[in-house]
Structure formats: C-alpha cells, structure tokens
C-alpha cells in the first residue's frame, strides 16, 4: 500500500520537460518521471523514513524511485552486504553522487568499505571511494596525516584514471585542501603538479571544478591567514 503511495505520488508529479531530459541521456535501463532532485526530496519526507520500503524501491528499473529509496532509507538498518548490493545500481554519474551524500556517508562502516574500494578493480567502487573523501574530509575526528597517502596516489594516477573516478578524485582535492593551511599547500602542490583535469560530463557545458581557484580564493586566504 505504501509502494503505491509513492508510485502515485511520483506520477503526480512527473515532469514532461525532464522526462524528455533523461530521454537524451540514453540510459537505456532506467525509466524516470522527469522530477528534480530538490522535488524528490519533499516527496521522501511525505513517505518518511522506512528501511523495508527502501529495499522493495531500490529493484525498480527506475531513477526517481532509486533516489526515493536512497532518501527515506536508515542508515542504522542498512549493513555491509546490501551496501555491497546497491553499489552496482550507481553507476550512473548523478546516482552516485546522491547515493553517497544522502546514504554511504551515514552508515557507520563507510570509512572502512571506502578504504577498500579506492583500491578495486572496479570503476564504480573506486569511484564511489573517492567521493566519500569529499565528506570524510569534513569529519575533524579524523587526522589530517590520513589524506597524505591518498593525495600521494591521486597525484600519480589520476591524469590516467577512468573518466567519473577523476572526478571524484579532483572533487575530494577542493575538500581535503579546506581542512588547513598544510593540507591546502599539499593539495596545491598536487594540482600544480598533475595539471588541468578534463572530465567528459556528456553533451552540456559542465567542467571539473577548478581546485586550485577555489583553494587560492580570498576565503581560503583568511582562513589559513
């Protein structure tokens, strides 16, 4: 009964224009309705946390009702192995990123399963390990030492990484730079060093974030000031 709750509330809501968007993204699998992240998040909050419904959602073929899944999930109910499971339904560049924000992020054994995926065969997961850092490096219960080794790696891999963890790696650089004064010269030097990062987001005008810009801006000066 709650399962049709949502898939009413979702066809309610459906957007022509973004359905015709995600037509051009060519994601052949995935059905969508066409609503905005910032939408799927007010309709989460009318459906309310529920894990079970959360697993039953996550097997739909289907982009709104995944993210739906991934807001009204508990991180506390969610253990390693259906992390384990939901990681190869990401690999969608915009699904990952929320996937992580809104629940990897929370679950208690993220730093460890990260730590392990950075180092995977397996594109998505390195991605995704990489992603958390950009939050991890938020958390100031973690030493800055712990980011030396990883900005080492980035710095020697990331010019020939797989397109999306690129991303990942130069977005989790704009966040580990922001923790100090000696992190942010370390970030710099790595980017000095690598040079611009190209990303291919597909056919619109997005560009990887220039972290040295936003490491070297006005704020970050008087920060470490």
Same mark, same amino acid.
């Given at each position: 009964?709650?399962?049709? @709750?949502?898939?009413?509330?979702?066809?309610?809501?459906?957007?022509?224009?973004?359905?015709?968007?995600?037509?051009?993204?060519?994601y052949?699998?995935?059905s969508?309705?066409?609503?905005?992240?910032?939408?799927? @998040?007010?309709?989460?909050?009318?459906?309310?946390?529920?894990?079970? !419904?959360?697993?039953?959602?996550?097997?739909?073929?289907?982009?709104?009702?995944?993210?739906?899944?991934?807001?009204?999930e508990?991180?506390?109910?969610?253990?390693?192995?259906?992390?384990?499971?939901?990681?190869?339904?990401?690999?969608?560049?915009?699904?990952?990123?929320?996937?992580?924000?809104?629940?990897?992020?929370?679950?208690?054994?993220?730093?460890? !399963?990260?730590?392990?995926?950075?180092?995977?065969?397996?594109?998505?997961?390195?991605?995704?390990g990489?992603?958390?850092?950009?939050?991890l490096?938020?958390? @100031?219960?973690?030493?800055?030492?712990?980011?030396?080794?990883?900005?080492n790696?980035?710095?020697?891999?990331?010019?020939?990484?797989?397109?999306?963890?690129?991303?990942?790696?130069n977005?989790?650089?704009?966040?580990?730079?922001?923790?100090?004064?000696?992190?942010?010269?370390?970030?710099?030097?790595?980017?000095?060093?690598?040079?611009?990062?190209?990303?291919?987001?597909?056919?619109?005008?997005?560009?990887?974030?220039?972290?040295?810009?936003?490491?070297?801006s006005?704020?970050?000066?008087?920060?470490?000031k």
């Amino acid at each position: 009964m709650i399962k049709l @709750k949502v898939f009413n509330l979702l066809e309610e809501n459906k957007n022509p224009r973004g359905i015709e968007n995600w037509k051009k993204l060519n994601y052949q699998n995935w059905s969508s309705y066409g609503i905005g992240l910032t939408q799927l @998040k007010k309709l989460a909050k009318q459906v309310g946390k529920n894990h079970e !419904l959360a697993l039953e959602l996550w097997k739909e073929p289907n982009y709104d009702i995944k993210v739906i899944s991934i807001l009204i999930e508990d991180p506390k109910k969610v253990n390693k192995i259906q992390i384990e499971n939901m990681v190869n339904g990401t690999s969608m560049w915009i699904m990952s990123h929320i996937w992580v924000q809104n629940l990897f992020s929370k679950v208690s054994f993220a730093k460890e !399963l990260s730590e392990s995926w950075r180092n995977s065969n397996d594109d998505v997961k390195r991605r995704i390990g990489y992603t958390y850092l950009y939050y991890l490096a938020r958390d @100031k219960k973690v030493l800055d030492d712990y980011f030396i080794p990883i900005m080492n790696h980035i710095k020697k891999e990331i010019q020939g990484e797989e397109n999306f963890v690129k991303d990942a790696m130069n977005n989790s650089l704009l966040t580990i730079g922001q923790r100090s004064k000696e992190l942010n010269m370390k970030c710099l030097e790595v980017c000095n060093s690598v040079g611009k990062i190209i990303v291919d987001y597909g056919e619109n005008s997005c560009e990887a974030v220039d972290v040295v810009k936003h490491l070297t801006s006005e704020r970050m000066l008087k920060k470490f000031k």
